[in-house]
């Protein structure tokens, strides 16, 4: 089946001739001829009634003429939804995303989902290591390292700063951390997705980066429940600034390293192709990234 071949028919017997059809289309007569007879080869029937003066449909080819308008039309319409899908959002939205990004993203859902009403989400949610998560099921995926499959599109939507925090109450009893040594006299909540494989966490110490291997205490995947344990006295853990911010103004979180720390990280959003990028993921991931800048950065 050929839609040219359908569309060319449908101009000839619309313009009544071969010479009118070859003005309207712009395409030889003889060419035009030639196809029709392909045509009417491949179908193995006859659609047109040609004498020297006239031409005329056949009863199939009355029966085939709207049969293929009606095809056409269904192709027209196919192809203009399909390109308002890449122009405006629509469809499903599929995004992985780990737990803490979700909860402090979730705002940027409730935007998207009462600006695109016809805009479905499906949104799955772990801890879990970035190559336990890259599949082609997600339109997006966020996480906070780079891809590991070459063939994947990173794109950086927010840097993101951490530093060493416990309670009042855990640095009253154990006091700071002076040196990166230290970590050995300490209760060590370790995320075991972050930082790991390394077991080692970083110190800016004396203007120098040293790398300080660590022995958990904890060992968890979800920063909000390292964050849980910081908070009921069980020890130091690396905390995002995102979720310090608060804690710190409320006095439940202080610093736990003696010496200022610039240690960061960035955010990325990760798709599967920069061509024919669908507006449903550019929008949702040119809201994410203006949310960080005006709310978090």
């Given at each position: 089946?050929?839609?040219?071949?359908?569309e060319?028919?449908?101009?000839?017997?619309?313009?009544?001739?071969?010479?009118?059809a070859?003005?309207?289309t712009?395409?030889?007569?003889?060419t035009?001829?030639?196809?029709?007879?392909?045509?009417?080869?491949?179908?193995?029937?006859?659609?047109?009634?040609?004498?020297?003066?006239?031409?005329?449909?056949?009863?199939v080819g009355?029966?085939?003429?709207?049969?293929?308008?009606?095809?056409?039309?269904?192709?027209?319409?196919?192809?203009?939804?399909?390109?308002?899908?890449?122009?405006?959002?629509?469809g499903t939205?599929?995004?992985?995303?780990?737990?803490?990004?979700l909860?402090?993203?979730?705002?940027?859902?409730?935007?998207?989902?009462?600006?695109?009403?016809?805009?479905k989400?499906e949104?799955?949610?772990?801890?879990g290591?970035?190559?336990?998560?890259?599949?082609?099921?997600?339109?997006?995926m966020?996480?906070?390292?780079?891809?590991?499959?070459?063939?994947?599109?990173?794109?950086?939507?927010?840097?993101?700063?951490?530093d060493?925090?416990?309670?009042?109450?855990?640095i009253?009893?154990?006091?700071?951390?002076?040196v990166?040594?230290?970590?050995?006299?300490?209760?060590?909540?370790?995320?075991?997705?972050?930082q790991?494989?390394?077991?080692?966490?970083?110190?800016?110490?004396?203007n120098?980066l040293?790398?300080?291997?660590?022995?958990p205490?904890?060992s968890?995947?979800n920063?909000?429940?390292?964050?849980?344990l910081?908070?009921?006295?069980?020890g130091i853990a690396?905390?995002?600034?995102?979720?310090?911010?608060?804690?710190?103004?409320?006095?439940?979180?202080?610093?736990?390293?003696?010496?200022?720390q610039?240690?960061?990280?960035?955010?990325?959003a990760?798709?599967?192709?920069?061509?024919?990028?669908?507006?449903?993921?550019?929008?949702f991931?040119?809201?994410?990234?203006?949310?960080?800048?005006?709310?978090?950065?």
């Amino acid at each position: 089946m050929n839609l040219d071949d359908m569309e060319l028919f449908v101009n000839l017997a619309k313009q009544g001739s071969f010479t009118k059809a070859a003005d309207f289309t712009n395409i030889p007569k003889s060419t035009i001829s030639r196809r029709i007879t392909n045509l009417e080869k491949h179908l193995g029937v006859k659609l047109l009634a040609r004498t020297t003066r006239s031409l005329s449909l056949t009863e199939v080819g009355i029966n085939y003429l709207k049969g293929c308008e009606e095809l056409l039309n269904q192709a027209k319409q196919l192809e203009q939804n399909t390109q308002q899908q890449n122009q405006h959002p629509s469809g499903t939205l599929s995004i992985f995303i780990p737990n803490t990004l979700l909860r402090i993203f979730w705002p940027v859902v409730i935007e998207m989902i009462n600006q695109y009403p016809e805009l479905k989400f499906e949104a799955y949610s772990s801890e879990g290591r970035q190559e336990e998560q890259t599949s082609t099921r997600y339109d997006i995926m966020f996480h906070v390292d780079e891809p590991k499959d070459s063939s994947l599109i990173a794109r950086r939507i927010a840097t993101i700063k951490y530093d060493y925090y416990a309670s009042p109450t855990y640095i009253a009893k154990n006091g700071l951390l002076q040196v990166p040594s230290d970590v050995d006299k300490h209760r060590i909540i370790f995320n075991s997705v972050s930082q790991a494989p390394t077991h080692s966490w970083r110190f800016e110490h004396n203007n120098e980066l040293i790398s300080q291997p660590v022995s958990p205490f904890f060992s968890v995947q979800n920063p909000d429940l390292g964050l849980d344990l910081c908070l009921q006295d069980k020890g130091i853990a690396l905390v995002p600034d995102i979720l310090s911010k608060e804690l710190i103004k409320q006095g439940r979180l202080v610093k736990a390293y003696a010496q200022p720390q610039q240690l960061s990280g960035y955010i990325y959003a990760i798709y599967h192709s920069r061509q024919f990028l669908p507006a449903k993921v550019a929008v949702f991931i040119d809201k994410v990234q203006a949310f960080w800048q005006n709310n978090l950065n």
